[in-house]
């Protein structure tokens, strides 16, 4: 019997749904905000799809994407969804350079632990209300995006979608805490050129917005402590419930229950904090599902047409003609900029799967184990690609996740509770040309150079 190859037009879908979930919010907005016209998208262009596959006995594919990857994915965004936003922290503090610093760094290093977008719904209210009473607030918004919304996520599998998925697809829950150097540099940089910009704005404030500033003060307050419980039992069960602890969870023949124990334990937490989380605290935070819906119904439709594509990724990586670090790098980075960061990491390393040497250690299943040899460095490989490449793409995605509005869920939050607030945003393009190309582009360049080669 002929072995099947995937066609390049059964990537069709794919492309349409993420060109939709780009233009979309740009020439449909109204349209496009309505949960349900996402599902509708989704529905139209999954359903053919799954057909497809099925009918070319492609269906344990199918049931790998959405029981495999999809539902672990959307449940444990869900946990950290709930769970910070039963969270509040309030207050107004002096508007100085020093104090909104602290904002930023608490924030890059609490978007490691509760995740990008529970970082920035914890820290986003409160500092727009300590800035309240300033003329010139704007940068604080844009380098928020950058440093919380995204960057400071590197660490750990919990702090972007991304990183979660290449987790699942073999990467140790520590493994990620060897981008540290490339955390830790681009921190430096954001958070420190913030400081300078920022002193330079408060320099230029009308002493009568200073002297109010100083006036309308009230201590900060953090509401909801007991989801600080919870949230450790997210990062537990995501560090320690894996078939490297539970051996069990991989065969064959497990019971559903210990397949998905994860899955459970973390419906248990959303359970737990929905049920003693005090109403108010959910008010004060503007809680609502309608976000967390979203992102369910459009990555229904993003996992179910992505299986084609990963296939034929794996199939033709050779002839793509990627083959070092920094190409990945950028490669990811420039599709997350304008895409979704989630499934174009995951594209990438289906690139990077389809590689000879990681199909050449995938065939000799030697998994974790295998060594590649790069410029006669031996590297190893992790999540079934070369660990080099697997740096590239991670920092690629979440970085560069932060060039537009579009390209990391939590980028559009921030800028819609910035604007709700009464400060203007720059438009779509304004972001990248007034902060992205002149502010972001060369940290990223200094990060490529310094690490990725």
Not at 402 to 425: L, R, W
Request: include cysteine.
């Amino acid at each position: 019997m002929e072995e099947f190859v995937m066609p390049l037009w059964a990537l069709i879908p794919f492309g349409i749904m993420l060109l939709t979930i780009a233009i979309g919010p740009l020439v449909a907005e109204h349209w496009w905000e309505h949960n349900v016209n996402k599902l509708i998208v989704s529905f139209v262009l999954g359903v053919p799809t799954a057909i497809f596959l099925i009918r070319h006995d492609l269906a344990d594919t199918l049931e790998h994407q959405l029981i495999g990857d999809y539902l672990p994915f959307i449940i444990l965004l869900g946990s950290l969804y709930v769970i910070t936003g039963g969270i509040h922290l309030s207050g107004d503090i002096k508007a100085k350079p020093s104090i909104n610093t602290l904002f930023l760094g608490m924030g890059y290093v609490l978007a490691s632990i509760m995740g990008t977008t529970g970082a920035s719904m914890l820290l986003i209210r409160p500092l727009i209300t300590t800035n309240a009473q300033r003329k010139y607030k704007v940068h604080t918004v844009l380098f928020f995006i950058a440093a919380v919304a995204n960057c400071g996520g590197l660490l750990t599998p919990l702090g972007d979608p991304p990183l979660f998925l290449l987790y699942m697809r073999g990467a140790h829950f520590t493994w990620f805490l060897n981008l540290l150097p490339e955390w830790a540099l681009t921190g430096f940089i954001l958070i420190g050129l913030y400081y300078l910009i920022d002193r330079y704005y408060y320099k230029k404030e009308h002493w009568v917005n200073i002297s109010a500033d100083t006036r309308e003060i009230t201590s900060l307050r953090l509401g909801g402590t007991i989801n600080l419980i919870y949230l450790l039992g997210v990062m537990l069960s995501v560090a320690f419930i894996n078939q490297e602890f539970i051996p069990q969870m991989g065969e064959e023949n497990a019971p559903i229950w210990l397949t998905h124990l994860r899955e459970i334990v973390l419906l248990s937490l959303i359970g737990l904090s929905l049920y003693t989380t005090k109403k108010k605290v959910r008010e004060l935070n503007k809680f609502s599902w309608s976000p967390i819906i979203e992102v369910a119904v459009v990555f229904l439709g993003i996992f179910t047409t992505m299986a084609p594509a990963l296939i034929y990724l794996e199939t033709n990586a050779a002839s793509f003609g990627l083959s070092e670090p920094w190409q990945f790098y950028y490669s990811t980075g420039a599709l997350s900029s304008f895409l979704d960061n989630t499934p174009t990491a995951l594209a990438f390393h289906g690139v990077a799967s389809g590689l000879p040497e990681s199909v050449a250690a995938a065939s000799a299943n030697l998994g974790n184990n295998a060594i590649f040899t790069y410029n006669g460095v031996d590297i190893p490989f992790v999540a079934g690609i070369p660990e080099i490449l697997l740096k590239a793409i991670s920092i690629g995605a979440v970085f560069f996740g932060s060039m537009t509005y579009i390209g990391n869920g939590p980028n559009f939050m921030v800028k819609a509770i910035a604007e709700e607030s009464g400060i203007k945003m720059p438009s779509f393009f304004g972001y990248i040309f007034k902060f992205s190309l002149i502010i972001l582009l060369p940290t990223y360049i200094i990060v490529q150079l310094i690490f990725i080669h």
